[in-house]
Every structure is written in structure tokens, then in C-alpha cells.
């Protein structure tokens, strides 16, 4: 069984910053990627920010320079660290992970629970 487990989010003011956690286990679980979503009142869910097991990272325009994902390899666990905040920052953050549950080579999405990101003005 796959959990994804999020932390982090929360309230800030404008220029601010936060930084939020994703952790996936799971014990035949081999990760290809993982990131971030989110989802706005009103609004379609977004790709924030991915890295996938090479290191390769992907950031939607709107947080390029802003936000930063890395990750911890030892503890499957991944951050996002987001900088100068803005209202229009303000949704639901989902974490997600994608991989396989060895030996099969089917790659699945495991998503975590959301965290509130609010972006006082």
C-alpha cells in the first residue's frame, strides 16, 4: 500500500513564504516522479511544480523564480519552498506521486490529502 503524505501550508502574508512536505512510502513502492497540484475556488487543478527521479524539475511560468522543489532522496520526501507569495497563490496544494509497485511496471498516481495555501494581500 502507497501513502502520500503532505505538511506544510498555511497562512502568509503578501512577499511571504512557506514551504510544504510530501512524503510518499510504500514498501514495493519505486518512484518516477513527484510534485505538486493545486486547485483554486473556481479554477481548474494546476501543475505547480514536478521532479522526477533523475532530477529533472518542471514549474508552471507563474511560480518560475518564486518556487523551488527539491528533495530527499534517503526519505522519499519531497519540498516545495515557496518564495515572494502572492494572493493569486492562494488553493488547495496536492502532492502527488508517480511509480510502480515492484515487480509490476504499471506507473500509478498516489495523491495525498491538500494543504491550504492562503495568501493574505
Known amino acids: 500500500q502507497v501513502q502520500v503524505v503532505e505538511s506544510g501550508g498555511g497562512l502568509v502574508q503578501t512577499g511571504g513564504s512557506l514551504r510544504l512536505s510530501c512524503a510518499a512510502s510504500?514498501?514495493?513502492?519505486?518512484?518516477?516522479?513527484m510534485g505538486w497540484y493545486r486547485q483554486a475556488p473556481g479554477k481548474q487543478r494546476e501543475l505547480v511544480a514536478s521532479?522526477?527521479?533523475?532530477?529533472?524539475?518542471n514549474y508552471a511560468d507563474s511560480v518560475k523564480g518564486r518556487f523551488a522543489i527539491s528533495r530527499d532522496n534517503a526519505n522519499n520526501t519531497k519540498y516545495l519552498q515557496m518564495n515572494s507569495l502572492k494572493p493569486e497563490d492562494t488553493a488547495v496544494y496536492y502532492c502527488?506521486?508517480?511509480?510502480?509497485?515492484?515487480?509490476?511496471?504499471?506507473?500509478?498516481?498516489?495523491w495525498g490529502q491538500g494543504t491550504q495555501v492562503t495568501v493574505s494581500s
Open positions: 502527488y506521486a508517480d511509480g510502480n509497485l515492484t515487480p509490476m511496471t504499471v506507473t500509478v498516481r498516489y
Open positions: 521532479i522526477t527521479s533523475g532530477g529533472r524539475r
Open positions: 510504500g514498501s514495493r513502492f519505486s518512484i518516477n516522479a
